[in-house]
């Protein structure tokens, strides 16, 4: 994040709506939001209507003569685009507007670099941020030399703006022999999580969605949560404990958003693929957001990306509490038919979150089996596990052992 002490840089958004106006209006809200986070200031907007973006300068040539003129009427430090800029719609935008340019994939990557704090993140927020400057490196060297410090110049790996292609190319495999000796290392906890025969959930959803706040009133957890973007970005595992002693293993997973860049997706695809190996999807949904469909829809296409698609959703409207104090005390029954199940709660306040329970408990036993059987006395340790692990309906004592009905997890042997 940007010092306190240093100047608030201004900024003039710009997007480009080649479909729906709406469409735009939610997206640049998004990226006002994202400029906050980052410590910036958005000073004013100016948009386009095209048939499609202009490959050359982004807006068109009579467009960028208007944007010149409100960038030096506001006084603006840059100007930021909805979109992921050209090479060369870098290169002519700065020509013609004279200030820093800047897109959203660079602003969110900006974001990360100041929000990672995992050894892995920062590693993989390098990564993504090399890879990105890499096709850009002469453009970019100039653009962000105007701002001085600050919003596109932090994180892992700033310095390398000047350096040539070929050492940033050296760092980037370097970074992904550092990034596959991490993945090793979480497949090994993967493993070790399974051979624990722990059921796992992973919360996934749109950023500030409400993932953390619910992470810690499920499991006690002490993650970072406030009311802003991509507040926490490194994966979080906690156990979350029912009232028969069971227990879930809950991770909490970095928030998705509307055009997240590829190189961000690719290179967090360790932590991502958290929602691959669980065993069920928590899809956590602001339902207070006038823009709660695009929201829910990017996430579904992230995860299709991420070949999660398959897995069993549940489906959380969260901010429940918001939604009835906007329709003046009535809560409007929400429900998500592509998910196999909806409820609506409150991570603040805790409404709902006792029904999120009951649903939860539920999927605990969906893949276990019925077993009946003898267990010698000497092994009457196994009780404890089955307990722990299953799902004991009854048992009894007999001469030559304990008899046992129970649901068990399908690799549970006894």
Do not use: W
């Amino acid at each position: 994040m940007i010092d306190t002490q240093e100047e608030i840089k201004r900024f003039v958004l710009v997007g480009v709506s080649t479909g729906e106006e709406s469409e735009l209006d939610d997206s640049l809200k998004e990226l006002e939001e994202l400029v906050k986070t980052a410590g910036g200031e958005a000073c004013g907007s100016l948009t386009q209507n095209l048939t499609r973006i202009h490959p050359v300068t982004y807006v068109g040539s009579g467009k960028l003569e208007e944007l010149r003129m409100l960038v030096q009427g506001l006084h603006a430090d840059g100007v930021i685009c909805d979109d992921e800029l050209s090479p060369v719609q870098y290169r002519n935008m700065e020509e013609a507007l004279d200030c820093a340019v800047l897109d959203r994939t660079m602003l969110i990557l900006d974001i990360f670099a100041a929000h990672a704090a995992s050894a892995e993140g920062k590693l993989q927020v390098e990564l993504a941020m090399q890879k990105y400057r890499a096709a850009r490196l002469v453009g970019l060297r100039k653009s962000l030399s105007r701002l001085g410090g600050g919003i596109g110049t932090r994180g892992p790996g700033e310095k390398k703006l000047e350096t040539d292609r070929r050492l940033i190319h050296e760092r980037i495999g370097f970074l992904k022999q550092e990034l596959k000796k991490v993945v090793k290392n979480r497949e090994a906890q993967r493993k070790n999580r399974k051979r624990s025969l722990h059921m796992s959930a992973a919360l996934v959803g749109y950023t500030n969605a409400g993932k953390s706040t619910l992470m810690n009133y499920l499991t006690d957890a002490d993650v970072l949560s406030e009311n802003k973007l991509f507040a926490t970005l490194d994966t979080t595992t906690r156990i979350m404990k029912f009232a028969n002693k069971e227990e879930l293993l809950l991770t909490d997973t970095v928030g998705f958003i509307n055009k997240l860049p590829h190189d961000v997706i690719d290179a967090f695809k360790s932590t991502l693929e958290e929602a691959v190996h669980c065993d069920l999807i928590l899809h956590v949904v602001d339902a207070s957001s006038p823009a709660m469909d695009k929201q829910m829809q990017v996430v579904k296409e992230t995860l299709r990306e991420l070949n999660a698609a398959d897995k069993p959703v549940i489906t959380v409207f969260n901010k429940c509490d918001v939604v009835r104090e906007e329709n003046e005390g009535t809560l409007p029954k929400m429900r998500d038919f592509s998910s196999e199940a909806s409820v609506m709660i409150s991570a603040k306040t805790g409404e709902g979150i006792e029904d999120l329970r009951e649903l939860l408990a539920s999927y605990m036993h969906r893949d276990m089996i019925y077993r009946e059987s003898l267990i010698p006395f000497e092994d009457s340790a196994k009780l404890t596990l089955i307990r722990k692990y299953g799902r004991l309906i009854s048992q009894e004592y007999r001469e030559d052992g304990i008899f046992i009905c129970a649901y068990l997890p399908k690799e549970m042997k006894i």
